[in-house]
C-alpha cells in the first residue's frame, strides 16, 4: 500500500513547498509528486497544512521518558528513551552513555546492539561520551569514572556490530595513533570534554576525528593567543559541530558566532537531553547525584549543570527563534548535517528512495505527527512543549 502526504509545505532543495505529495512505499520515500498526480488507490494522510521536513537525528540523547541510559543499558529502556523523543520530532537517536565502568559499556553497546537487531524505532548506533575525557573539564562527569585509554577500552569503544559507533574524548588524554585505530574501526571520533591546545586538537584531526560535542561548552576556549579546541572547531571544515541551543548552556549571541563561522552542513543540534524529557517528574539521579530542573535548567546541588531539558523540536525552534536562522537551514542542522556526519547517506531529506522518517510541524513549530521508517505515529493535537514550564505535568 502507497502512503501519500498531501496538504502540506514539503521541505525540498531550501524551500517549504506547497501543492506536492509525498508518497510511501515500505520504508521509503517512493516519489514526490504534485498533488494531483497521488494515485488513486493511494492511502491519503491530510497534514492540514503543515510543514513536512526530515525527521530530527539526534546524536546526544543521555535519556527522557523518566529513563537514564546509564541506569537502564537495556533495550526496553532505548526504546522507552526513543518513544519519548519521538514525541518532538526526533526519528533517529544515538542513545548516550556519559562516563561509567567499562562493564556498564559492554552493558549498553549490547542492548543497543539488540536494540538494532529487533527494530527499535529510530536507534541509529551508540554514543559513548567518556569516561576517556578530561578531568578539568568534566563537567557533570564523575572524576572518579574517568580513565585512560588503553587496549581494554578501544575494545569496548569497537564492539558494536550493527549502527553507529560515535566515541567523545579529549584528544590531549590519549595519542593521534590511538585515535588512527578507533577510526580505522570504524568509530566516529568527536573531542569533547576537553583542554586541548589547539595544536593538540589539529593533530586529532589530522588522525581522524570528525566530531566536536557540545561546541563552547566544556572545552579549551578560543582566546587571543591560545585558540583551544572551541578555535579548531570552528577553523576546521571537516569538523561538525554539535549545538545545545537552549538558551542556557550558550548565548544566543554566542552561537551566532559560530553560524557566521561554519554552514549549516557543519553544525547539528543536538540535545543532551536527560530523563525528565517526556516525563511528568523534574527530578531524577545521574550516578548517585540528585537532579533538579528549574526554570529549564537540569543542574546538580552544586548548581553544575547536568545535561539538559531539551527536546528537537524545541532546539529547532530555537534555531529559528534565537538564532535567526531560515527554516532550511535550521532543518539541516537539525537532520541532513548529523545523518552526513553518521555516514547516513540516505537520510536527512525528502527524496526519491530516502528512509521515510519525517516530521510534520505547525506553525508554532509544534510536532502534529511523524513517521520512521514509513511507520505513522500521527498526534491527535499538538503537543505543549514540557520545556516551556518548570511543571513538566
Not at 28 to 50: M, S, Y
Not at 379 to 391: D, V
Amino acid at each position: 500500500m502507497v502512503a501519500a502526504l498531501v496538504n502540506g509545505r514539503v521541505l525540498r532543495a531550501g524551500a517549504l513547498r506547497d501543492g506536492e505529495a509525498v508518497l510511501l512505499e515500505g520504508d521509503r520515500i517512493a516519489a514526490v509528486v504534485p498533488a494531483g498526480q497521488v494515485p488513486a488507490d493511494a492511502e491519503r494522510h491530510d497534514l492540514a497544512g503543515a510543514m513536512l521536513l526530515p525527521g530530527f537525528i539526534d546524536t546526544q540523547v543521555n535519556g527522557g521518558g523518566g529513563v537514564l541510559f546509564n541506569e537502564f543499558p537495556t533495550v526496553d529502556g532505548i526504546a522507552a528513551i526513543g518513544a519519548a523523543h519521538r514525541r518532538f520530532g526526533t526519528t533517529g537517536f544515538l542513545p548516550t552513555l556519559i562516563s561509567d565502568d567499562l562493564d556498564v559499556i559492554r552493558r549498553a553497546v549490547a542492548a543497543v546492539d539488540m536494540a538494532i537487531e529487533q527494530g527499535a524505532p529510530g536507534v541509529l548506533g551508540i554514543h559513548i561520551e567518556g569516561p576517556f575525557l578530561n578531568v578539568e573539564r568534566r563537567g557533570i562527569h564523575r572524576s572518579d569514572k574517568i580513565r585512560t585509554l588503553d587496549d581494554e577500552g578501544l575494545a569496548v569503544l569497537t564492539s558494536l556490530k550493527r549502527g553507529r559507533t560515535l566515541v567523545t574524548l579529549a584528544p590531549e588524554r590519549t595519542t593521534p595513533a590511538t585515535i588512527r585505530r578507533l577510526v580505522d574501526a570504524g568509530v566516529i571520533v568527536a573531542a569533547g570534554h576537553s583542554n586541548a591546545t589547539h595544536a593538540q586538537a589539529i593533530a586529532a584531526v589530522e588522525a581522524g576525528i570528525t566530531g566536536i560535542t557540545h561546541l563552547f561548552n566544556a572545552m579549551s576556549p578560543l582566546t587571543a593567543r591560545a585558540p583551544g579546541l572551541t578555535g579548531a572547531a570552528l577553523e576546521r571544515p571537516e569538523l561538525v559541530c554539535g549545538i545545545i541551543v537552549d538558551g542556557h548552556h550558550v548565548s544566543p549571541t554566542t552561537l551566532k558566532v559560530a553560524l557566521c563561522c561554519k554552514p549549516p552542513e557543519q553544525l547539528m543540534l543536538v540535545t543532551d537531553a536527560m530523563p525528565s524529557v517526556g516525563s511528568p517528574s523534574d527530578t531524577f539521579m545521574l550516578q548517585g547525584s540528585r537532579i533538579q530542573v528549574r526554570d529549564g535548567v537540569c543542574k546538580n546541588a552544586d548548581g553544575t549543570i547536568a545535561g539538559s531539558h531539551l527536546d528537537m523540536a524545541s532546539a529547532f525552534a530555537n534555531a529559528v527563534r534565537m538564532l535567526g536562522a531560515p527554516i532550511a537551514a535550521a532543518s539541516c542542522m537539525a537532520s541532513h548535517a548529523p545523518a552526513a556526519f553518521l555516514g547516513l547517506g540516505e537520510r536527512g531529506a525528502i527524496a526519491p528512495g530516502y528512509h521515510a522518517d519525517l516530521v510534520a510541524l505547525d506553525d508554532a513549530f509544534q510536532v502534529t505527527g511523524t513517521w520512521i521508517d514509513g511507520v505513522s505515529d500521527r498526534l491527535q493535537a499538538p503537543l505543549r512543549r514540557e520545556t516551556e514550564s518548570t511543571s513538566l505535568a
